[in-house]
């Protein structure tokens, strides 16, 4: 099995689930509660550091990212991040209706959880749990943190 480097997170996805019918990667069934993050945001810190782009303050970007199909993240309670290739019932990945649905929401997922070169990978069966947003930190970081904006005299 080959993977190319044009192929998009369904087609990572594919392959690495099988190949020929057999797992090229070993999967683990877990469950996992934490938030739905951006992770473009996250791993960048365009938008300042991990809490300012985590919550309700961070809410909006994370729909536009999604949409704009940078995959969405699950950060675990456990501090793990899981980049969520697929949630049960969405045809799509980054950009699906459920993800959408789900940004910034701290969630219970129970799946498929694949190890490669240092990243996890999940493939959500069911969305156990939906606590909805749960991190709300507008007070300390606004509807977009200060730093956040950018500065042209610099």
Same mark, same amino acid.
């Given at each position: 099995?080959f ?5 998009? *997170? ?6 690495v689930l ?29 938008m300042g550091? #991990?809490? *300012? /782009?985590?919550g309700?303050?961070?809410?909006t ?8 199909g940078? #995959? /969405?993240?699950?950060l675990?309670?456990d ?5 969520v290739?697929?949630? *049960? ?11 959408l649905?789900l940004a ?15 990243i996890k990978y ?6 156990? *749990?939906?606590n909805?947003?749960t ?8 509807? /977009?943190?200060?730093f956040?904006? #950018?500065?042209?005299?610099?």
């Amino acid at each position: 099995m080959f993977l190319t480097r044009s192929c998009g *997170a369904l087609g990572l996805m594919a392959g690495v689930l099988t190949a020929g019918g057999s797992f090229a990667a070993e999967g683990t069934r877990i469950q996992v509660t934490g938030e739905i993050i951006d992770t473009w945001c996250y791993y960048s810190g365009v938008m300042g550091g #991990p809490d *300012a /782009v985590r919550g309700s303050a961070h809410h909006t970007c994370a729909l536009w990212c999604s949409a704009g199909g940078i #995959p /969405v993240g699950l950060l675990g309670d456990d501090g793990e991040v899981y980049m969520v290739l697929k949630i *049960a019932g969405d045809d799509g990945s980054a950009s699906g209706d459920t993800q959408l649905h789900l940004a910034s929401h701290e969630i219970t997922a129970d799946g498929m959880v694949y190890e490669r070169d240092g990243i996890k990978y999940l493939v959500v069966s069911e969305v156990v *749990a939906d606590n909805d947003i749960t991190n709300l930190n507008h007070d300390d970081y606004g509807p /977009v943190p200060s730093f956040a904006i #950018p500065n042209p005299n610099k």
